[in-house]
Structure formats: C-alpha cells, structure tokens
C-alpha cells in the first residue's frame, strides 16, 4: 500500500479528479483512508485510546468514520465519503468502491464477528446500510438506498430494501457506475404478474362462453365450497404453523389455489425458498392437517419456489463454476 496507489486508484475510478495535487489536498475519502491506517496500527499494537482519538479527528476533518480495528484492503476508495460508516470487524477487501451515506453496521451486542465483509472488487451505492456479518461476493453490486441483511452472492447485483437479487451476472473487470440502469425485481415480478393475469382473464371470458346456465351455477358453487375450505383450513393448521419463520412459507392466507377431488384435496402455494430449511415442516403439518376436516381424508401440498430467491440464485452460481 502506497499513496502513489491511492491516488493512481482515485483517477481510476473517479472521472472528476484532475491533477494530482487535487487528489492529494481534496478528497477527504482518501484522507479518511490514510488516517484510518495510523489508527489501526496503533489498535493493533494495543494503543485503544490514541487510535480511538485518532479515528475521531478523522471523523471531525473528513465526515468518514472508520473504527480503528476494521481491515481496509488495498485500492479501497471512498467517493465523496460523508457519512461513510464503518464497524470495529467489518473486513473491505482490494479494489472496492464505496460512496456517501453507506453503512456497515452490526446486529448484535457481542464481542464477536458482526459488521460486513466486502470481497475484493465489490461497489456499495450511496446511502446503502449493510447489516449484521454478511459476507458481499466478490464483484457485486448494491444498488443506492438498498438495505442488506443476508449475504450475497458472487457476482450478484442487489437493490431494495430489504434488498433483493436483481440479476446475475459475471464480475466485470470495470467499474460500472450507471447505478441508474440497475433493475428492478419488484418491476419484473409485477410485469409477470399483470401478463399472467391478463392471460387468466382472456382464458375465463372464453370458458364462460362455453358454459350452461346449469354449468355456471355449478362453478358458482364450486368457487364458494374453496373459499369454506380456507377459512376452515386457517382454523385447522392454527397458529403452531404459522408463526416465525414458517409464516413465510406456508401462510393460508396466501394459497394460491385449492383442488377439490372427492376426498382428496391438492393445495399450490408458492414458497419464499422450496429448500428452505423449515419448508418441509409446515408444509407437511398442512398437509396432515387437512384430515381434521370434514369429508377429507388428505391433502397434498405442492409448493414451488418464489422466482428470484438467493438459495435459486446461490445454487445456479455455484453450478455455474
């Protein structure tokens, strides 16, 4: 680590710098970075409260708070850098970038691991809160404003709050700073949900002009014994089910159909993870369940997984490599 590699680091990545001197006297990002150096050594040579002072003035001159025992990896830029946060074992790995307002906090109170872990080459938007000891892949992105409680993913670009995976993809050996053009899962997941609801409203228009009068009242009947079966399906299951976590993944209130056979009924609802860990019991509880209502003797509960999870995102990843 050199201040020659720091200031060759700054040009790289930021299209305003102009001359060296520049550089060197006017980015408090970097000045923040130089002084958390001092600082740490001192921490690791079990100077506390010289490197704790230390940390202070830095905050005081640039507006960047870096505790003295967080490890900075090398080419590590903080653009603008107000606000920037960064927690006592939170590790930056080489070549991150890192804009104003983002946060890398912790989730608990013990004297352990509980800030962040960024890998080498990974770029946090502006006013971005990572919590708790994640680890953020090598090459990721997060989108400006997300909020990140779970790790993510080589190679994954993250935005939302809480964040979501928006898209896969290889790490880039650039950096990308169009943060404008990052997708929106949310946008996508409403786009299919509108294309499947119109194909369901032109599927319905057509049955309903094959139907008889004595076929329709039949479906009328049909639609009223499903909505019975919910409400005496949500009494069934109780709240042994759906409490925690499993209210996730098996909430009657969010099946998304019922099929009634005779005895047998069949219930599709989409799970937040199918390999989830606590899947198979709550679904496996619905499914005996089931048997305390009347005239049923089973049910079987088939559960697929909600589009764009991390464990689907993770597992393609490593199939990937």
Known sequence: MSIREDIQTVFAKDPAARTVW?????????HAIWMHRISHYLWMHKLFFLARFVSHLSRF???VEIHPGAKIGRRFFIDHGMGVVIGETAEVGDDVLMYMGTVLGGTSLDKAKRHPTLEDGVTVGAGSILLGPITVGKGSKIGAGSVVVKSVPTGATVVGVPGKIAESEIPRSTVD???GALPDPMLMIMSRLLDRQNKLETRLRT????????DLEQVQADIAREEE??????EVIGLDVTTSVA??????????????????????????AQIHQAASYPTGQMGLKVGGLEDFGEADVIGSEETGNWDRFECTQKAKA
């Open 22 to 30: 520049e550089v060197f006297f006017c980015y408090p990002g970097l």
């Open 247 to 272: 209210i996730d993944l098996v909430n009657p209130r969010r099946m998304d159909n019922i099929f009634v056979n005779h005895r047998q009924m069949e219930i599709d609802r989409i799970l937040a």
């Open 177 to 179: 700073l169009n943060h």
């Open 61 to 63: 001159i640039t507006g």
């Open 229 to 234: 079966l919910r409400r005496d399906l949500m």
């Open 207 to 214: 049955l309903e002009k094959t139907l008889t009068f004595q």
